[in-house]
């Protein structure tokens, strides 16, 4: 149990181009979801915690317009960057959570590359 | 601050036992999640402590001593595929998940 689906895999895309990634609770109800970066040989940085029906909580230095997320349901939370740069490349991951103090579960991820 | 402390790196041989300490000091415990990260993928949970104690898991087993604010990761009979990060995390009282950086675990033949 406790399946998290994260697409797409991969973005490869030119610089200016908004892209949006979808993450899914597939097998239970996530009141919160999480969005992470993650740079080449670096730690996880959480970007944003989300709770269905509300706005995202953003951490310091993320830029709420840059990184919208829409959590709309209990399965379904999604994360656009806009007009995104070359320096928006990274490995961005998702998780959920049904409830505190539960392990969050990962999406497989989505490598995102602005050429 | 909030704050957790792992080794940045260990080596290991094939075959043998390892430990990965974790040490953390944060406004309150509500748990403590160990999670491994190969190269290139996303975390997968391994094991959740909220009581002091061993919690075994076939190879895996991890320890925790709330009152020493400790806990460690054990692996047993090394594998090649074991070599990944291993992230120690904890929740505090604001439910708030606290990563620390992981632990880069090399495994040798």
């Known amino acids: 149990g406790a399946v998290v689906s994260q697409h797409p895999s991969w973005v490869i895309c030119k610089s200016g181009t908004s892209v949006k990634i979808e993450c899914r609770s597939l097998d239970f109800q996530a009141t919160t979801m999480f969005w992470y970066r993650q740079f080449p040989k670096q730690s996880l940085m959480l970007m944003a915690t989300s709770n269905e029906g509300s706005k995202a909580t953003y951490e310091q230095g993320v830029e709420k317009d840059k990184f919208l997320i829409n959590h709309a349901s209990l399965t379904l939370s999604t994360l656009t960057v806009t007009s995104a740069h070359p320096e928006d490349s990274s490995f961005y991951i998702c998780?959920?959570?049904?409830?505190?103090?539960?392990?969050?579960?990962f999406g497989d991820g989505t490598r995102l590359s602005i050429l | 601050g909030q704050n957790i402390d792992q080794p940045t790196e260990m080596t290991a041989t094939e075959g043998a036992i390892v430990q990965i300490n974790c040490t953390y000091q944060?406004?309150?415990?509500?748990?403590l999640f160990w999670y491994q990260q190969h190269a290139g993928e996303a975390p997968t949970f391994l094991s959740y402590n909220v009581l002091d104690g061993l919690e075994e898991k076939g190879r895996f087993s991890s320890f925790l001593s709330r009152s020493k604010g400790y806990s460690y990761l054990l692996l047993k009979e090394l594998q090649m595929k074991d070599s990944a990060s291993y992230l120690c995390?904890?929740?505090?009282?604001?439910?708030?998940?606290?990563w620390g950086a992981g632990t880069k675990l090399i495994i040798k033949p």
């Open positions: 995390a904890v929740i505090n009282s604001n439910y708030q998940l606290i």
């Open positions: 998780s959920a959570m049904d409830r505190e103090p539960q392990p969050q579960h």
């Open positions: 944060t406004s309150g415990f509500n748990g």
